[in-house]
Nanobody, 124 residues
Framework: QVQLVESGGGLVQAGGSLRLSCAASGGILSSLAVSWFRQAPGKGREFVAA????????HHADSVKGRFTISRDNTKRTVDLQMNSLKSEDTAVYYCAARGSWGGVMDPGAMDYWGKGTLVTVSS
């Protein structure tokens, strides 16, 4: 079983930056595709970014493209989300999730493993 734990959330002013990290224990994260999703109050879970197992293929949602960057370090078994130029609409709980194949990485219903989330609050 893979356990995912997110860290790095917090309160930041609009225009600022945060770096989220997803760490894994109990399994082999390096063999899994990993996605970041977010859920704002009163809204559904939204895809943010994904990276394949090797780290050479990434995909970012249009809403964060050019501002957020997903990356991974398989030696440390971590996947990071660098978030720059944050906006108030980025306020949400951010979750990392993993699955065994690239297909479906944008679909929260297709993910096999989830973390409990970390809160990001952007003040305007």
């Amino acid at each position: 079983q893979v356990q995912l734990v997110e860290s790095g959330g917090g309160l930041v002013q609009a225009g600022g930056s945060l770096r989220l990290s997803c760490a894994a224990s109990g399994g082999i994260l390096s063999s899994l595709a990993v996605s970041w999703f977010r859920q704002a109050p009163g809204k559904g879970r939204e895809f943010v970014a994904a990276v394949n197992w090797k780290g050479d293929i990434t995909h970012h949602a249009d809403s964060v493209k050019g501002r957020f960057t997903i990356s991974r370090d398989n030696t440390k078994r971590t996947v990071d989300l660098q978030m720059n130029s944050l906006k108030s609409e980025d306020t949400a709980v951010y979750y990392c999730a993993a699955r065994g194949s690239w297909g479906g990485v944008m679909d929260p219903g297709a993910m096999d493993y989830w973390g409990k989330g970390t809160l990001v609050t952007v003040s305007s």
